[in-house]
């Protein structure tokens, strides 16, 4: 299948043009100040950029962040000129949720581009108001033939490797925009809460790796104060800003957003950490991650307040957003012969069958934070992952694994693709039966992809009990790898309107497809 890349539309790159010279206008310091000055005279800014997340083909959620208590309003319209504007009253934000706030956005029109303005107004007085902050993105389609195209990858300042000034900080999110996918899934650790940013790193080469820092990432995150200057970091990046105004989002979870290798009701032995019950630091963390992400689930006005859901993306793609941190049991050996809270949970189990079972989607995403066959350990002993390294019958967590690929396969499940980051290299795995210890599912792939800032390592060992072939790895032979010595990566799936392939690509920052599959869809699994 041919691929042309699609590149906004002139009146597109005109907005974008209008928003990213208002990003420049509010650039941030090097270093930002913790927390908003209270200034009595001036008007909000909006200085973190915008955000949008979980768009489907009517509804959207859109994120700010001012400087002061203000009122939000957002205007959304069909042309950048905001004739005809529709306006969306949303928050008063304030100290209670660390200035940030988001607006529902519903009743939007199918497959079009919607250009919006988030709007920060004096709560005392609403004549004065700052600067509107522009952003754009597209709905989902209502029809099938207008195909769909997205990116995924993860893990973002971790090991120690920031936003470095000398490199352009976070250039990847600048390549990742210019291929104006219709959206981009974090399949997690957006943030590395344990992992301290130093002001400079000397790479074995002798170069020297140079981090802005602020006085969060100094430390591992324990407060609430901490977690939300994680979350701030990130946004310091130019380029991440810039994205975010272009790209919407369908943003999960991992550990480091918490802390590496987390289990509920794990009490912490780390000298580092002065609170040890981590269920304590889980729950400030998802406070933080509420605050600073336009999730629905997260912000829905019954309170479910979960991070897994589905994100439907018009007749061609459902996505699956998976928790596979918040229901697990303890990270142990694994060889437990029976198992029903596994890595996702009873609960989370039996909803995601069923939403795949009712599905009409022609392809399913799954988007898992972590990989499957690949053996991720923990310590000498435990494993941190569902593989743990016995090529024999599934045990552990892998109980639950073969209970859900043994139901997609006999409800005929079809168009089923497994996507992840979480282990710092990219690569492809075909699940096949015949290669197989456990032999009752259908065939399927799982896709890898990242970091998009961290350090990369060397390629996981593979388990047998579900067959996994390693069709395709890129890693280097040592651990840490800075982004100065390699390439980033990131994923992108093409789904074609009229034929309803779907394509993968592993890419490598710089522009590189470093490998390339064409799925054909109506297929049980995959």
């Given at each position: 299948?041919?691929y042309?890349?699609?590149?906004?539309?002139?009146?597109?790159?005109?907005?974008?043009?209008?928003?990213?010279?208002a990003?420049?206008?509010?650039?941030?310091?090097?270093?930002?100040?913790?927390?908003?000055?209270f200034?009595?005279?001036?008007?909000?800014?909006?200085?973190?950029?915008?955000?949008?997340g979980?768009?489907?083909?009517s509804?959207?959620?859109?994120?700010?962040?001012?400087?002061?208590?203000?009122?939000?309003?957002?205007?959304t319209?069909?042309?950048?000129s905001?004739?005809?504007?529709?306006?969306?009253?949303?928050?008063?934000?304030?100290?209670?949720?660390?200035?940030?706030?988001?607006?529902?956005?519903?009743?939007?029109?199918?497959?079009?581009?919607?250009?919006?303005?988030?709007t920060?107004?004096?709560?005392?007085?609403?004549?004065?108001?700052?600067?509107?902050?522009?952003?754009?993105?597209?709905?989902?389609?209502?029809?099938?033939?207008?195909?769909?195209?997205?990116?995924?990858?993860?893990?973002?300042?971790?090991?120690?490797?920031?936003?470095?000034?000398?490199?352009?900080?976070?250039?990847?999110?600048?390549?990742?925009?210019?291929?104006?996918?219709?959206?981009?899934?974090?399949?997690?650790?957006?943030?590395?809460?344990?992992g301290?940013?130093?002001?400079?790193?000397?790479?074995?080469?002798?170069?020297?790796?140079?981090?802005?820092?602020?006085?969060e990432?100094?430390?591992v995150?324990?407060?609430?104060?901490?977690?939300?200057?994680?979350?701030?970091?990130?946004?310091?990046d130019?380029?991440?800003?810039?994205?975010?105004?272009?790209?919407p989002?369908?943003?999960?979870?991992?550990?480091?957003e918490?802390?590496?290798?987390?289990?509920?009701?794990?009490?912490?032995d780390?000298?580092?950490?002065?609170?040890?019950?981590?269920?304590?630091?889980?729950?400030?963390?998802?406070?933080?991650?509420?605050?600073y992400?336009?999730?629905?689930?997260?912000h829905?006005?019954?309170?479910?307040?979960?991070?897994?859901?589905?994100?439907?993306?018009?007749?061609?793609l459902?996505?699956?957003?998976?928790?596979m941190?918040?229901?697990?049991?303890?990270?142990?050996?694994?060889?437990?012969?029976?198992?029903?809270t596994?890595?996702?949970?009873?609960?989370?189990?039996?909803?995601?069958?069923?939403?795949?079972?009712?599905?009409?989607?022609?392809?399913?995403?799954?988007?898992?934070?972590?990989?499957?066959?690949?053996?991720?350990?923990?310590?000498?002993?435990?494993?941190?992952?569902?593989?743990?390294?016995?090529p024999?019958?599934?045990?552990g967590?892998?109980?639950?694994?073969?209970?859900?690929?043994?139901?997609?396969?006999?409800?005929?499940?079809?168009?089923?693709?497994?996507l992840?980051?979480?282990?710092?290299?990219t690569?492809a795995?075909?699940?096949?039966?015949?290669r197989?210890?456990?032999?009752?599912?259908?065939?399927?792939?799982?896709?890898?992809?990242?970091?998009?800032?961290?350090?990369?390592?060397?390629?996981?060992?593979?388990?047998?009990?579900?067959?996994?072939d390693?069709?395709?790895?890129?890693?280097?032979?040592?651990?840490?790898?800075?982004?100065?010595?390699?390439?980033?990566?990131f994923?992108?799936?093409?789904?074609?309107?009229?034929?309803?392939?779907?394509?993968?690509?592993?890419?490598?920052?710089?522009?590189?497809?470093?490998?390339?599959?064409v799925?054909?869809?109506?297929?049980?699994?995959q």
């Open positions: 299948m041919s042309a890349p699609r590149f906004p539309s002139p009146a597109r790159r005109s907005v974008l043009r209008g928003s990213l010279a990003s420049a206008a509010l650039a941030l310091p090097a270093v930002a100040a913790a927390a908003p000055a200034a009595l005279s001036g008007r909000p800014r909006a200085a973190w950029g915008v955000q949008v979980d768009v489907t083909s509804s959207a959620l859109v994120w700010v962040r001012s400087d002061r208590p203000a009122r939000m309003i957002v205007e319209s069909a042309t950048e905001f004739r005809r504007a529709r306006t969306w009253h949303g928050p008063l934000v304030g100290s209670g949720t660390d200035f940030t706030g988001t607006t529902p956005l519903y009743g939007l029109p199918p497959g079009e581009q919607v250009h919006y303005r988030v920060l107004a004096d709560p005392h007085d609403p004549r004065r108001t700052g600067e509107p902050v522009h952003g754009t993105f597209r709905t989902a389609p209502a029809r099938r033939r207008d195909g769909v195209r997205f990116l995924w990858s993860g893990d973002i300042a971790g090991q120690g490797w920031g936003i470095n000034p000398d490199i352009g900080g976070y250039a990847v999110y600048d390549e990742m925009r210019r291929l104006d996918p219709d959206f981009f899934l974090c399949s997690g650790d957006n943030i590395y809460a344990d301290v940013i130093e002001p400079s790193v000397t790479l074995p080469d002798g170069r020297v790796w140079r981090n802005v820092t602020t006085e990432k100094a430390k995150a324990e407060t609430l104060a901490e977690y939300r200057g994680n979350f701030r970091y990130n946004l310091l130019h380029n991440l800003r810039e994205f975010n105004a272009q790209v989002s369908i943003v999960q979870w991992d550990d480091h918490v802390r590496n290798n987390w289990y509920p009701g794990q009490i912490l780390d000298p580092r950490y002065t609170e040890k019950n981590v269920d304590v630091l889980a729950a400030r963390s998802t406070r933080a991650f509420r605050e992400f336009p999730v629905s689930t997260l829905a006005a019954s309170g479910e307040g979960r991070m897994h859901r589905v994100v439907r993306h018009g007749p061609l459902d996505v699956f957003v998976l928790d941190r918040s229901f697990r049991n303890a990270n142990s050996p694994g060889r437990q012969p029976d198992d029903t596994g890595i996702l949970g009873a609960e989370q189990l039996r909803w995601l069958k069923h939403e795949l079972s009712r599905s009409r989607a022609v392809w399913k995403v799954i988007a898992a934070d972590m990989p499957l066959g690949l053996v991720v350990t923990d310590g000498a002993t435990g494993f941190e992952a569902v593989a743990q390294g016995d024999g019958a599934p045990l967590r892998e109980l639950q694994i073969a209970e859900l690929l043994r139901y997609i396969k006999h409800r005929r499940i079809t168009g089923t693709v497994w992840t980051a979480d282990v710092h290299y690569s795995q075909r699940y096949e039966p015949e197989a210890v456990f032999k009752d599912f259908a065939p399927f792939w799982e896709f890898v992809s990242g970091p998009l800032a961290a350090g990369q390592f060397q390629a996981n060992a593979l388990d047998a009990t579900f067959g996994p390693r069709v395709f790895v890129r890693a280097p032979d040592r651990a840490n790898v800075s982004p100065m010595e390699s390439p980033q990566y994923g992108e799936v093409d789904i074609d309107g009229d034929s309803g392939e779907l394509t993968v690509r592993l890419r490598a920052q710089g522009g590189s497809v470093l490998f390339s599959k799925l054909q869809p109506g297929r049980v699994g």
